[in-house]
């Protein structure tokens, strides 16, 4: 049975010193939510505040895309931290975002951790617990988060909404994980393998594996990378076959 909507998604907000990774502008016309990073993996507050203004003139809902205090390696190697520091960041990255999206017109609606913190969450219970813990410390927004990880049980053990998210443009290994993006194939770039995944979680809720086993993931958004080569493009070739199947796209929340 299809589904009638789905959440499209998308890491924004890493320009930093004007350096950008993303065409925020161009994907903003695309996404129902954007992931608006906080300064820790990347992003300055004046770029940020952009990204935060242009997606509450397009309608996009908000979140705070926490991550480890590492811009020098954008947030994707694991840091041992002692779990109540890491839980403070979190929360005050959560609390930085909001103060920039109220003063332009818009408001933090879920949080998504970033790289390797999303990634360690899966299984490290630690930081699952500090992650989570950081999060309901500021309220209780949403979370959105990789289904069948332990801080997914965390998240609902405390009360938090989950969203559980599927990647368009990342492959998966057989027990559910990303495919490290350390691997040749860990990210797909083909328009027709993106949009036959995008297609795949709407319709079916699940994902095909690289070695060809399915995965029930029964995800409620999609992310779709900024940062990846043509990523407009394939965003594009998403939404025009979403549209042509009349699957309606919108935010999660």
């Known amino acids: ?11 924004l907000g890493e320009t930093t010193a004007g350096n950008p990774v993303a ?15 906080t300064g ?12 935060l203004k242009a997606a509450a003139e397009a309608g996009v809902t908000v979140g705070a895309h926490v991550g480890y205090n590492d811009p020098a ?17 979190v929360t005050y990255q959560i609390g930085a975002l909001q103060a920039l999206a109220q003063a332009n ?12 913190m999303y990634n360690t969450i899966v299984h490290h219970e630690a930081q699952a617990h500090a992650v989570i813990d950081g999060i309901k410390a500021f309220g ?17 053990k405390k009360g938090l ?3 559980r998210e599927a990647f368009a443009d990342r492959n998966y290994n057989p027990d559910g994980t990303l495919v490290s993006r350390r691997e040749a194939n860990a990210v797909m770039g083909d328009e027709g393998d993106v ?41 594009r070739g998403v939404v025009k076959e979403l549209q042509a199947r009349g699957i309606e796209i919108r935010s999660a929340i």
């Open 1 to 11: 049975m299809s589904a009638l909507h789905i959440d499209l998604n998308a890491d």
């Open 195 to 235: 949009v036959k995944r995008v297609l795949e979680v709407a319709e079916t809720g699940s994902i095909t594996a690289i070695d060809g086993s399915v995965l029930n993931v029964d995800a409620q958004s999609v992310c779709t990378h900024g940062d990846s080569p043509g990523a407009v493009e394939l965003l």
């Open 105 to 116: 017109g818009t408001q933090v609606a879920y949080v998504k951790p970033h790289g390797a």
């Open 140 to 156: 209780d927004l949403p979370v959105m988060l990789l289904p069948g990880g332990i801080a997914v049980d965390f998240a609902e």
């Open 23 to 37: 065409d925020d502008a161009a994907m903003l016309q695309l996404v129902s939510s954007a992931n608006v990073a």
């Open 161 to 163: 909404t989950v969203i």
């Open 73 to 89: 390696a954008f947030g994707r190697r694991f840091i041992d931290y002692a779990p109540a520091e890491l839980a403070d960041e």
């Open 40 to 51: 820790f993996h990347a992003g300055d507050p004046h770029s940020i505040a952009g990204t």
